[in-house]
């Protein structure tokens, strides 16, 4: 399994903290979410991960609430890179995908690299893994190696903070859609109780993550 293509945007300590803040962020009406979003928070819709909002940091953040500010059982996915991984054996999409993942870089103004190696993928990764580790003031509870359990390629480290009700994931997604071969690089904020203990097992820990970040 290659990179083919990837449109990458870095996860600074700013978004981080942004998305951090939005479980406990002072709730609006339903009727005024769309308003406040826009003009309180920047954001403003789109449909390249799925219908989702992109921020005033550029990232596509994606919820699965209606009106999530304030609501601590919402799980919020920012995706600030998207990947191309290309099976020689497999169906060859790679000349029209990877203009996809350039057409993504140019709307988003993200940054295009064509067959980026795999260190690349890691070291953007762990750069995005000191912003967050910068902001929550420690390092990963845990750091695992995800597999095809866990996505399609390329198997990258997945890492978990835990953020007082809520565990904070780092790592990469499968694309269930619109284009269903690519890769998500993802900072994930889910729900997840201070008591609540982490899979001892790392196999156990990758259908945790699976189980609770993926969409």
């Known amino acids: 399994m290659t990179v083919k293509a990837l449109a990458a945007s870095a996860l600074t300590t700013a978004a981080v903290r942004e998305l951090l803040a939005l479980p406990t962020m002072a709730p609006v ?16 819709f789109t449909d390249l991960v799925c219908e989702a909002e992109r921020t005033r940091h550029g990232h596509v953040l994606f919820f699965d609430a209606n009106n999530p500010l304030g609501d601590m059982r919402t799980t919020f996915n920012l995706v600030f890179a998207e990947a191309y991984p290309y099976d020689p054996d497999g169906l060859d999409n790679e000349k029209w995908l990877t203009g996809d993942v350039r057409a993504w870089a140019d709307e988003l103004g993200w940054r295009f690299q064509a067959d980026p190696t795999f260190d690349e993928c890691e070291t953007l990764l762990a750069e995005a893994a000191d912003a967050v580790s910068d902001v929550l003031g420690c390092p990963p509870e845990r750091t695992i190696r995800t597999d095809e359990h866990v996505s399609m390629g390329p198997f990258t480290l997945c890492r978990i903070w835990r953020a007082g009700e809520h565990a904070v994931v780092l790592g990469s997604l499968e694309d269930h859609g619109p284009y269903g071969y690519l890769m998500h690089f993802a900072l994930v904020l889910t729900p997840c109780a201070a008591g609540e203990e982490l899979p001892a097992d790392d196999a156990d820990l990758r259908k945790w993550v699976v189980d609770r970040i993926d969409w």
Do not use: Q, R
């Open 29 to 44: 009406p339903d009727e005024e979410f769309l308003d406040h979003s826009s003009k309180v928070l920047g954001w403003e």
